[in-house]
């Protein structure tokens, strides 16, 4: 068991299966074996501990669907148990606001975590999909920074790109 300590120094004891999923545990762990406590002074105690709860949600909803309640790896599911586990790390992750699936987004980058990364995309892009631009940058947190003028001017002079 390895502790992975948050900003705030809060200890979280994880498994060996969140470490598979985000390369930035594993190399700490393939650096040197005997670590048992990895620092994580970007990563906030909330998204530790969320993040860890996904990855104990995913591999529980893996276990039940293979009935194998052993399974610490997912390298030998079927093509038909890897779609349910996406569907369902999806409708797992989908429920958070959209500021925490960004903040999730950007901690599932640092630790490169790229199973998350692609599940917090998607649902992302699911969100955005069909919105204008002032909803879009709602959605994203995203102040627009350029004036009324400066955006009719962009507008004008790309005007082929943009459907109104």
């Known amino acids: 068991m390895i502790s992975l300590v948050s900003s705030s120094g809060e200890r979280f004891p994880s498994g060996t299966y969140p470490c598979m999923h985000c390369k930035t545990l594993a190399n700490f762990i393939e650096e040197d074996e005997s670590v048992d406590c990895i620092p994580l002074p970007n990563v906030t105690s909330p998204l530790l501990d969320q ?6 949600d995913r591999l529980e909803a893996a276990r039940q669907i293979t009935c194998s309640p052993t399974l610490e790896n997912e390298d030998m599911l079927s093509e038909a148990h890897v779609s349910f586990l996406w569907a369902h790390s999806i ?33 992302i892009a699911s969100r955005i999909s069909g919105k204008s631009r ?31």
């Open 134 to 164: 002032d909803e879009m940058r709602a959605i994203l947190g995203i102040e627009n920074d350029f004036t009324e003028e400066e955006e009719e001017q962009i507008l004008a002079e790309h005007a082929w790109c943009f459907v109104r």
């Open 51 to 56: 993040m860890l709860k996904f990855f104990d």
């Open 91 to 123: 409708r797992y992750l989908e429920c958070n606001s959209n500021e925490r699936i960004i903040d999730l987004l950007l901690t599932a980058d640092y630790l490169s975590c790229d199973l998350l990364v692609d599940l917090l995309a998607t649902i």
